[in-house]
């Protein structure tokens, strides 16, 4: 039986807010413990063993013929993923097959339509690689 599992990045903005809440009631703690209290809550004994667990699996959808939606050059998409690599710890290397072409030009005068994209993408969803207004070329939602 495998559990669904968040992705390290859902952990710690989890662990965040708890400590949030519990400063908020006057029960402060440190980040740590509500590292600890979050893989707790997932079933484990520590934060390290959980750590462990999140960072040997993709996020689901993140597997060849998995299914992920998002934003390529801002504009939404749905996909199917040919293929998947993990190139590091919580960083992958997509292939996807997008349901619609996407057009890729801002520009009313001409258009580059894209079917098939190839990205590296981190734990957040986002690849590295970013326009000039700063936003990342491919945000897959989580």
Do not use: C
């Not at 998409?77 to 292939?95: N, S």
């Not at 990205?119 to 986002?126: I, K, S």
């Amino acid at each position: 039986m495998t559990r669904e599992l968040p992705t390290i990045a859902k952990a710690k903005r989890e662990a965040k807010r708890i400590r949030a809440t519990l400063t908020e009631q006057g029960e402060p703690i440190s980040h740590a413990q509500a590292l600890e209290k979050v893989a707790q809550r997932h079933g484990f004994r520590d934060w390290n063993a959980f750590h462990a667990e999140m960072r040997d699996r993709p996020p689901r959808g993140w597997t060849a013929g998995g299914r992920v939606t998002g934003r390529y050059m801002s504009q939404p998409f749905a996909a199917t993923v040919l293929a998947a690599d993990q190139l590091r710890p919580g960083w992958f290397r997509l292939v996807l097959d997008l349901d619609e072409a996407v057009d890729v030009v801002r520009f009313e005068s001409f258009s580059n339509l894209r079917k098939q994209i190839r990205v590296e993408v981190g734990p957040d969803g986002h690849s590295k690689e970013r326009t000039s207004d700063g936003t990342p070329h491919v945000e897959l939602d989580l």
